[in-house]
């Protein structure tokens, strides 16, 4: 059974720099498309970064330049970098498995992902 974890989250300032993990167990992870999104109060789940099993990477346009997804295989493990965070950035971060490779393209779209993490909380502050 696929599960994931997240960690990594906290609370820092304005302009402050995070990097999120998430440590996969229970499935082939360098199979599969793999996701950060996340969760505002009051708001929907929006995808915010996706890396294809080879590779490939897209990000939502408020994060590009900002923030990097990347995967180590040998650990089964994703990764976010967050630098010059942003106060709208505050949320809930999740991490989950996408498609499986060359089933569909790797795009962080949430209806299209599963095995949803608990989720690690991101806090900015001005």
């Known amino acids: 059974q696929a599960r994931l974890v997240e960690s990594g989250g906290g609370s820092v300032e304005a302009s402050g720099s995070l990097r999120l993990s998430c440590a996969a167990s229970g499935f082939t992870f360098n199979e599969f498309c793999m996701g950060w999104f996340r969760q505002a109060p009051g708001k929907e789940r929006e995808g915010v970064a996706a890396?294809?099993?080879?590779?490939?990477?897209r990000y939502t346009e408020s994060v590009k330049g900002r923030f990097t997804i990347s995967r180590d295989n040998d650990k089964r493990t994703l990764y976010l970098e967050m630098n010059n965070l942003k106060p709208e950035d505050t949320a809930v971060y999740y991490c989950?498995?996408?498609?499986?490779?060359?089933?569909?393209?790797?795009?962080?779209?949430?209806?299209?992902?599963?095995?949803w993490g608990q989720g690690t909380q991101v806090t900015v502050s001005y």
């Open positions: 890396v294809g099993a080879e590779g490939s990477t």
């Open positions: 989950a498995r996408g498609p499986l490779y060359g089933a569909r393209s790797c795009l962080p779209e949430p209806s299209a992902f599963g095995g």
